[in-house]
């Protein structure tokens, strides 16, 4: 259906918004298939390996992979790549459930702890 | 974006441990996230800049938490999503550690947002105006509620009325411990100051836990 406003008008320049959903890139998916969870600091890197068996990289799971050359922080990957949070969250589950992607390095408990505060602090003095 | 820095990582030993901080020189960077709440206008996305490289971050979640069926897709016209467009401050002390600020969306709505954002969290500053002060205190309920340490930082706007930091205290019901600091957004020494303000306090009460989890 293509967007129309109020007076009938094709309604879909650039300033509509992009015109696939963005959940289409995810095929509806709003939640990875995956058990990892991914949060916001979390650091995930490509393993460089292929994919197995059926799947087959999307050209957004190509863009992912391709940033995570380095390690990654999961907020300036989404950042980077200018896909809303909810679809990298699911492309990221792809990867790792293939092996072609990992965390390394997770927030796995609420607090962070005294090492992590006082190298904050440290960093902020010297600012 | 200086991701150029990092190195190839060829560890998994942090999976099952909490943020590793053992950086050799091939490693992940330790990342941290403080806070930044307060009202609408209030002056985060200015705190922000000031310290720090400001980037976009989008997120359009998914109003319920039903994977929506590839069926459903089909209907485009059923708002599914909620798309919340906030940006991010970036303090790369190193190659080694990556401090993030996050500004939470202030309007009650995006709540959903707000457990992703303080999950691991240092602790949050409350951004404080004294021509609304009431802003702030859905803020201040989230905080307490959750056990995320704060503190506030009056925002001393030109032409605001001044108040002695212990006025805004009891206007505000705070617990004595919570520290209130005055503070010009648009500076980056003041903001520093509520940084180091936020992270000394926040290292005190996390080593004696009975001092900040007082509701």
């Known amino acids: 259906m293509i967007p129309r406003d109020s007076q009938g008008a094709r309604w879909f320049d650039e300033e509509a918004g992009p015109i696939v959903r963005p959940y289409a890139v995810t095929k ?5 298939d995956s058990s990892a969870s991914f949060g916001l600091i979390d650091v995930v890197v490509a393993t460089g390996e292929g994919p197995s068996g059926h799947f087959r990289p999307g050209p957004e799971h190509r863009r992912i992979l391709s940033v995570c050359r380095r390690p990654t922080p999961i907020v300036d990957l989404t950042s980077e790549i200018d896909l809303p949070l909810g679809v990298v969250r699911v492309l990221l589950g792809d990867l790792t459930n293939e092996g072609m992607l990992r965390i390394v390095s997770a927030q796995r408990q609420p607090v962070p702890d005294q090492r992590l505060l006082r190298m904050v602090l440290d960093g902020l003095e010297s600012l | ?97 990556v401090l993030y600020l996050f500004g939470t969306p202030g309007q009650e709505r995006f709540w959903f947002m707000w457990d992703d954002l303080s999950y691991g969290a240092i602790g949050a500053v409350v951004m404080a105006d004294t021509r609304r002060v009431a802003d702030c205190f859905a ?40 520290p209130v600091l005055l503070c010009d957004a648009r500076d980056r020494e003041s903001v520093k100051k509520v940084l180091i303000g936020l992270a000394r306090y926040v290292m005190l009460s996390r080593s004696q836990p009975s001092a900040a989890s007082r509701g």
């Open chain 1, 28 to 32: 509806g998916r709003t939640l990875p």
């Open chain 2, 1 to 97: 974006m200086d991701l150029n820095r990092y190195d190839g990582a060829r560890h998994d030993s942090a999976r099952h441990g909490s943020a590793r901080h053992d950086n050799g020189p091939s490693a992940a960077p330790s990342t941290a996230k403080i806070l930044i709440a307060g009202g609408f206008g209030v002056g985060k996305t200015t705190l922000v800049g000031s310290v720090s490289e400001i980037r976009p971050l989008r997120t359009e979640e998914p109003l319920s938490d039903r994977s929506v069926g590839i069926d459903d897709t089909q209907g485009l016209s059923a708002k599914t999503t909620t798309t919340v467009a906030m940006d991010f401050g970036r303090i790369s002390f190193s190659s080694q550690l």
């Open chain 2, 139 to 178: 803020s201040i309920d989230y905080f307490e509620r959750n056990d995320i340490p704060f503190i506030v930082a009056v925002n001393c706007f030109e032409g605001a009325p001044r108040f002695e930091a212990d006025d805004i205290r009891i206007a505000l019901t705070l617990n004595p411990q919570v």
